[in-house]
């Protein structure tokens, strides 16, 4: 069974940083593509970063680029979501999910092509 759980929320000022950790149950996750979503009050869980098995390979989103890294250690089944500069608006409950083979045909900035979801880790970020 493949269980995402993240850490390291909590409050932080604008302008500040925090990384968030996820690991990864499953004794292929070097295969696996890894995601980054958030989910603000009111609004869609939107894509933040994804980062495919060699992890020579990431995209972010908009809002999100030339502040946010994504990394991973697989030796250590687990992938790291650096996020520098925070805005107000990068608040919500930020979620790591995981795509393993075989991929379905749906671009990994879209939650649909992920198969399993960690519960979720708040960040609050006050101005």
């Known amino acids: 069974q493949v269980q995402p759980v993240e850490s390291g929320g909590g409050l932080v000022q604008a302008g500040g940083s925090l990384r968030l950790s996820c690991a990864v149950s499953?004794?292929?996750?070097?295969?696996?593509?890894m995601g980054w979503f958030r989910k603000a009050h009111g609004k869609e869980r939107e894509f933040v970063a994804a980062?495919?098995?060699?992890?020579?390979?990431?995209n972010y989103g908009d809002s999100v680029k030339g502040r946010f890294t994504i990394s991973r250690d697989n030796a250590k089944n687990t992938v790291y979501l650096q996020m520098n500069s925070l805005k107000p608006e990068d608040t919500g409950v930020y979620y790591c999910?995981?795509?393993?083979?075989?991929?379905?045909?749906?671009?990994?900035?879209?939650?649909?092509?992920?198969?399993?979801w960690g519960q979720g880790t708040q960040v609050t970020v006050s101005s």
């Open positions: 999910a995981a795509d393993i083979p075989p991929w379905r045909l749906v671009a990994i900035t879209d939650e649909g092509a992920y198969d399993y």
């Open positions: 499953g004794r292929t996750f070097s295969s696996y593509v």
């Open positions: 980062i495919r098995w060699s992890g020579g390979s990431t």
